[in-house]
């Protein structure tokens, strides 16, 4: 199948038209008219991914992370990122990146996925778009059954992938949770709409100090922090498998097990 028709069906389900306009979302690299018999998802596009890449024969790497966030003026193969789109290209593999639409994005999108490997009920955007209330920013929804923090902390660890940071939690312990807002990323941002929302919970990633210590000052949702990779990760087995039934099963789709969290150990408690 070429390569323009499996961009036709992602840019289906994540329409660029939902990315942030900061954001670098589409075709990296490849020839939209070269074949594609295999596609590979992952989290980020670091050098073991595109090893794993060439060495399994994939014609397209997924990534919702961006290679080239920010303006580049080239991409010599004496630079990291330079390095890997040569690689990609010898290699005769596409790159596409689907980031922020992937976020917003309804059904199959990176918040969708995330709500739903915790189990939310009626899950529904925190900040819908103004064109489509089903797609937009985090979700909220309702456990099945009521639970304490510590509790939902412990559901979540079993969720998401193992990372060495494990589930941080702020907040009373026993502290009965029943309403759930999550945002895949970082996702700090949207704690007045989960408080707006009456979530007893925020579960997102890279929260920082200070808006926790202040948060922890009012009446307000409590907060479980979790790896930028850990919270994301739950899309590429959606994605993949909605990808695969567009195309027919036309294209074999798979989905990377190579852990990308940028962090590898810690010490301590």
């Given at each position: 199948?070429?390569?323009?028709?499996?961009?036709?069906?992602?840019?289906?389900?994540?329409?660029?038209?939902?990315?942030?306009?900061?954001?670098?979302?589409g075709?990296?690299?490849?020839?939209?008219?070269?074949?594609?018999?295999?596609?590979?998802?992952?989290?980020?596009?670091t050098?073991?991914?595109?090893?794993?890449?060439?060495g399994?024969?994939a014609?397209?790497?997924?990534?919702?992370?961006?290679?080239?966030l920010?303006?580049?003026?080239?991409?010599?193969?004496?630079?990291?990122?330079?390095?890997?789109?040569?690689?990609?290209?010898?290699?005769?593999?596409?790159?596409?990146?689907?980031?922020?639409?992937?976020?917003?994005?309804?059904?199959?999108?990176?918040?969708?996925?995330?709500?739903?490997?915790l189990?939310?009920?009626?899950?529904?955007?925190?900040?819908?778009?103004?064109?489509?209330?089903?797609?937009?920013?985090?979700?909220?929804?309702?456990?099945?059954?009521?639970?304490?923090?510590?509790?939902?902390a412990?559901?979540?660890?079993?969720?998401?992938?193992?990372?060495?940071?494990?589930?941080?939690?702020?907040?009373?312990?026993?502290?009965?949770?029943?309403?759930?807002?999550?945002?895949?990323?970082?996702?700090?941002?949207?704690?007045?709409?989960?408080a707006?929302?009456?979530?007893?919970?925020?579960?997102?990633?890279?929260?920082?100090?200070?808006?926790?210590?202040?948060?922890?000052?009012?009446?307000?949702?409590?907060?479980?922090?979790?790896?930028?990779?850990a919270?994301?990760?739950?899309?590429?087995?959606?994605?993949?498998?909605?990808?695969?039934?567009?195309?027919?099963?036309?294209?074999?789709?798979?989905?990377?097990?190579?852990?990308?969290?940028?962090?590898?150990w810690?010490?301590?408690?």
């Amino acid at each position: 199948m070429p390569l323009r028709e499996v961009i036709a069906a992602l840019d289906a389900r994540y329409d660029p038209a939902l990315a942030e306009s900061w954001d670098a979302v589409g075709l990296v690299c490849g020839d939209p008219d070269e074949p594609v018999g295999r596609v590979l998802f992952a989290v980020d596009p670091t050098t073991a991914v595109v090893d794993e890449v060439i060495g399994t024969g994939a014609d397209l790497l997924v990534t919702h992370h961006p290679l080239l966030l920010t303006p580049v003026h080239g991409v010599p193969a004496d630079d990291l990122k330079g390095r890997l789109v040569h690689r990609l290209i010898r290699a005769g593999a596409g790159l596409f990146v689907a980031h922020t639409n992937a976020d917003r994005a309804p059904g199959s999108g990176v918040n969708a996925a995330l709500a739903d490997v915790l189990g939310l009920l009626d899950a529904r955007p925190l900040e819908p778009t103004t064109a489509d209330p089903r797609a937009g920013l985090g979700r909220v929804g309702e456990l099945p059954e009521p639970m304490t923090l510590s509790a939902f902390a412990g559901h979540v660890a079993a969720a998401l992938p193992t990372t060495v940071g494990g589930v941080r939690a702020a907040g009373d312990p026993d502290r009965v949770i029943r309403r759930v807002a999550v945002c895949g990323g970082s996702g700090g941002s949207l704690l007045a709409a989960a408080a707006a929302a009456g979530a007893d919970v925020l579960l997102t990633s890279d929260l920082k100090h200070h808006p926790v210590s202040d948060a922890g000052e009012v009446d307000g949702p409590a907060l479980c922090d979790v790896a930028h990779y850990a919270s994301e990760w739950p899309w590429l087995p959606v994605a993949a498998d909605r990808l695969s039934r567009d195309l027919a099963g036309q294209v074999e789709v798979a989905v990377s097990q190579l852990r990308t969290d940028p962090w590898t150990w810690r010490a301590g408690a």
